[in-house]
Each structure stands twice: as structure tokens, then as C-alpha cells.
């Protein structure tokens, strides 16, 4: 968390996925089995548990050569990152892709994006619960001191920020401006531990926190006024 | 409510917050500093200060709807209000916090499976009213039947479970004294919760729909269970204004009369022919058209009379003999003995005094008397609340009076704001 992204006066580049991937028979192809190994290598962290879940039981899993998944993966933790990369473009689409909150208070685009988070991240929940304690291991590759994972989180907040941006005209940015996305990185990791553990009937308390707490951060950024 | 910034209302709402106010302005005093540091002027940091301080208490003043509705019946019950604040306090509706169309659209989804654009062929992204606990959407079904679409904001329930807990925890004294019974907390939460609870309230919409059918006057919505459950209920839409955008077209005395006659009639058609009744009539659940025809909606607080408490109404109202007299006693202690209680000596002087003041005044026994009633003169709202305030505070009252004081404050309420003149008597005798 050190370094923290440029607030530039200009409004930033649309953040989209970084990726472009190749269209073609093959790389579909490619493309497809990249995702069986996603979802398998999920769906076995969420059952068995992150740390007993092998590259042979996920590639038995997906029905390929244990080979194979080092083709595309070089371990179980970059098959994490890139579900979590799916996650955050996922996240970010649901935002952007939406015609409706084009003019939408900017509690309504935040809201939207970390409520599309969750509702990716919900089928997996056990293994958010572990991952979250396995990034605090400062070798982890899902931590904040792994290159991928940090370039994750400032496209993340990035995204966040450029949310902010063009919602609030140009004369309210002031010497809160530069610390909003680092808040905001905090307080979605707050909202994920409130979800965790979260007991209510389908969750349903997270999403009143999401709404309320946004409601009184906006009111933060915006020094009261609307 | 009244605009002003100083009604009693405001006083007492004031000093309820102030605790919390105080709290956030000091929060957000530490906050900003830590955040702006010496880079702005102290000045600014002032105005900013107050200024945020003020929103996020009122973002967190909007989440205590339900504290707020057992506020209003704790301070009847315990009178620590003076008889005008209460007045005031007892006609707030409750309303939960408003949900943008993402939210909203969250939770058709959570609740109903689909977005709501996929469920009905029109749906208006913006809601047109505030319901208690939600907010209402109109829309139109495959059929093209116009509804409204009543969605509650999440979390509410736990939001008033939570609530009570903490309110049994502080009230420990107050129960163990007698000023707050125990039997009327677990009542209020009983009520309190069912409201959140929209199956219920759909029972209670056909319920009123079949046995209201007899009043012309009166509008009840149907029902649409297919696109109903417990957080989202969707109705026929029921034509009509809100009494406050209703009284600006400046309605004739003679409308007037009709509509206040009509409210009369409906309310004990319930009470003393269905011996159930809406308890909720905040007059922002009444609508009401220039035909007097009046349209309900929000049937969330229902309340069933049993059989004992029937009989007792029917035999004190419009009581023609001596209040003071020992039979008029009897018929009390009878009352009070049908729910294992004993009718106490304080208890028996505010319910004699309530009687003689309040009722013979407004509901003259006498069988040739059939002048109207005129509810324009404010002596008869106060005279009610002195004398209701009065029998609460005995500590001995019915847990169940509370609800209809509660549904009879919104009645007078909405008779005084509609300057009605009404032949009160004649209509309760109909259904004696």
C-alpha cells in the first residue's frame, strides 16, 4: 500500500480489462480451457481449502494433464489472482456497461461496483475468508507486496477514482482528494470482512451497510455538500 | 407537520438527537483534522466541519425508523412529552431511508429472482411515495393492470430486533418499576415486526377487501401474489390524493363533512363490526377522492379485538347512564377482570374522566341528539390526548388500547385537519 496511484487533474484513461485477448478458433480454444481451470481450481479451493488443494486435483478436476495447467498457470496463487482479475473487470463492467447510472450519484456507480464484487466473489465465499488471511503472509503472491496483485488493486482504485472524478466538479478536489482511493481500498476491505461474516438472511445486512455507509462516506468527500 | 423551525415537535426531536449529533460532529471534527491537517484554514475547517457533521446525522437519524415508531408509543405510554409534542409526534410516519434504482433493483432481484423491467412490461425507476419501511414504484403487468410495488429497505427486520434488545436492556428500571410494562414491549415488537413482514400484510389487504365490501365508499387494493413475498409486496393501484395534497384544492365544507362522515363510519364499521382494525391510519394511508370515496393502502399494522373486548366497547360507548355510577363501574372492573387484571382506583378515575370529557362530548348518548359534530375547533384533539395521557399514565391500561389510541389519534387527527362536521353518535349506534 505504498504507493499510491496518480490523482491527475486530467481525467484519466477509461480503465478497462488489460488484457485483450486474441479471438480465432484456437485461441477460444485456449481461452476455454483457461476458464475450466479457473473454475475448477474455485471450486476445489471453496470445497477443499487453498492450502490442500493441489495443481494435480485441480487439473484432475478440469479433465487435463496436470502439464497442461502449468501451460497457463505457473501456481495455484496466480490461479487466484486471475479469478480475482476476473472479479475486478467483471466489477468494473457492471459499472460502466450499465446505460442507467451513466447519470447515476456517484453512491449509486460505488455501490454498483462493490455490489457486483461480492456477488461474484459470493459462490466462493469460504475461500475469500482464507485468501484474505493467506495475502497477509508477506510472500503470498495474493499480498500487497506481489507485483500482479498490487497492479490489480490501482486498477481497482483507479477505476474508483475516475468514478469520483467525474462525478465532483473540479473545484471541490481538495486536500482530501489524494487520500480518497486509499480510503476507499480500506474501506472495501472492511465491507468484504463485514460480508464474511455476515449471518443474515442471504446477507442481506451487507447490502444495508453498503448502502448506508456509502451514503455517509460520499457525504465525507463531498464536505456535506450534494 | 408544521414548518416551522420551532414547534414543540422540533424541541423535543432536537434533544432526542442530540446525543448522536453530538457524537458525529465530533467524530468528523477528529476525522477532517487528521485528514486536512494544517493545509486549510482553521476557518473552513469550521464551517465543512458543521456542515458534514449535520448530513451524517441525518444519514444516521433516517436508519432509526423503527426506534422511532417505539418512541411514539413509549412516550403515550409514559407521558414524559408534554400533550402538544406528543400530538405532533404521534401523526410522524415511520420511513426508511430512501433506496436508489441500483438498490432497489437489488432487492426485487433478491427477492422476487428477477429484475423488475423483466417481471412487469412498465416500471417506474423512480419511486412516487414512501411507504413505512420502503418505498412504493408504479408499474404495470403483462396484463396491463396498473399496480404499485411496495419494496422494503434491507436489513429492516434485524434492524428492529436489534433495536429491541437494546431497548429491553436500557429499560430494565423502567420494567421492574411498572412505567413500562413488560407485556407492552413484547406487544409493540410483536406489532412492530409483523409490519416488516409483507405476506402478513397482504393477508391483512384481503382480509379488509372482502369485509370492507359493504362501504361503497371505500377503496382496498388487490392483492398480486405472484410478484409478492415477504420484502416485496405488489397491489392494484388505488386512485385518490393524500389528505395534505387533497386539502390545497381547497375542498368545500360539504365535501368535507361527506369525507369526514365516511371516516367515521369506516373506522367503526372496523372497531365495533369487524372488531379488527387498521392500525395505522397515519393520513398519509388514507386517499381520498372528490367523490368521497376514500382508497386505504399500508395495511401493515392490523389488530384483532377478541370477543370480550368487543362487547365491552359496545357496552361503554354511547353509555347513556351515569359514568359516575356503580354500574358504569362494573362494566369496567368486568373488562379488566376478562384479562386477569384488577381494575385499580387510579385507573378507574382516568377511564371515568376519559369517558365524561372526552366521549359524552364528542358521542352525545342521548338518542334525540343527532346534531353534527364539529372536529374544526382544536379543544376536542387536546381534551383527547389530556385524557388518554392521563389513563396511561396509571400504569394500568390494556396493552392492546394502545393500538387503537394509536389508530383513533390519526383518525381525530385527520377529522380536525379536514374541519369535518360529523353526525358521530348516529353512525356508532348503527353498529352497536
Known sequence: ?226 | MAAENNTPTHRALRMATMGAGVAGSYLSYIVQRAFIGRAKGERKLKSTHTRVARRIRDEMQTLRGPAMKLGQTLSLQTGILPDETLAELMSLQMEAPGMHPSLMRVQVKRSLGREPEEIFAKFAPEPFAAASLGQVHEATTREHQRVAVKIQYPGIRETVENDFKWFRTVSKPAQASGHIPKEVIDEMEQQIVAETDYRLEADNINFFREKLSPLSFVEVPRVFREYSTDKVLTMSFVGGRHLEQFLKQKPNQKLRDRLGTNLVELFYFQLLKLGAFHADPHWGNYLFNDNASIGLVDFGCAKKLGPAELKYLKNVFLYSGDRHSPEFRRVLETNYRAQGKKLSTPAYRALVSFSEKFYRNVYPPERDRHELFDFADKTFLTDYIHEATRLFRTKHVMSEYLFMARAEMGLYHTLHALKARVPTSDIVRKYL
Request: proline residues 5%; positive net charge.
Open chain 1, 1 to 226: 500500500m505504498a504507493t499510491k496511484p496518480k490523482s491527475t487533474t486530467k481525467a484519466p484513461p477509461r480503465t478497462r480489462s488489460t488484457k485483450t485477448r486474441p479471438t480465432g478458433k484456437r485461441a477460444q480454444n485456449k481461452e476455454a480451457i483457461r476458464k475450466r481451470i479457473v473454475k475448477s481450481a474455485l471450486n476445489l479451493f471453496q470445497t477443499k481449502g487453498f492450502d490442500t488443494t493441489t495443481t494435480k486435483a485441480i487439473a484432475r478436476k478440469a479433465g487435463i494433464a496436470e502439464g497442461t495447467v502449468f501451460n497457463y498457470f505457473r501456481t495455484k496463487e496466480d490461479i487466484a489472482l486471475s479469478f480475482f482479475e476476473e472479479e475486478v473487470d467483471h466489477a468494473i463492467a457492471a459499472v460502466r456497461d450499465n446505460p442507467r447510472l451513466r447519470k447515476a450519484p456517484i453512491e449509486e456507480k460505488l455501490f454498483t461496483l462493490v455490489h457486483s464484487q461480492l456477488e461474484y466473489l459470493a459462490p466462493y465465499e469460504r475461500f475469500i475468508g482464507a485468501a484474505l488471511i493467506h495475502a497477509l503472509n508477506p510472500a503470498s503472491h495474493l499480498g500487497p507486496f506481489s507485483h500482479r496483485a498490487q497492479q490489480l488493486r490501482h486498477r481497482y482504485l483507479a477505476f474508483v477514482t475516475e468514478l469520483i472524478e467525474e462525478s465532483s466538479p473540479k473545484q471541490q478536489h481538495d486536500a482530501l482528494s489524494w487520500l480518497v482511493p486509499e480510503a476507499f481500498w480500506i474501506y472495501y476491505l472492511g465491507v468484504l470482512l463485514f460480508w464474511l461474516y455476515d449471518s443474515s438472511e442471504d446477507k442481506e445486512h451487507t447490502v444495508a451497510f453498503l448502502d448506508r455507509s456509502l451514503h455517509v462516506g460520499v457525504a465525507f468527500l463531498t464536505n456535506g455538500r450534494r
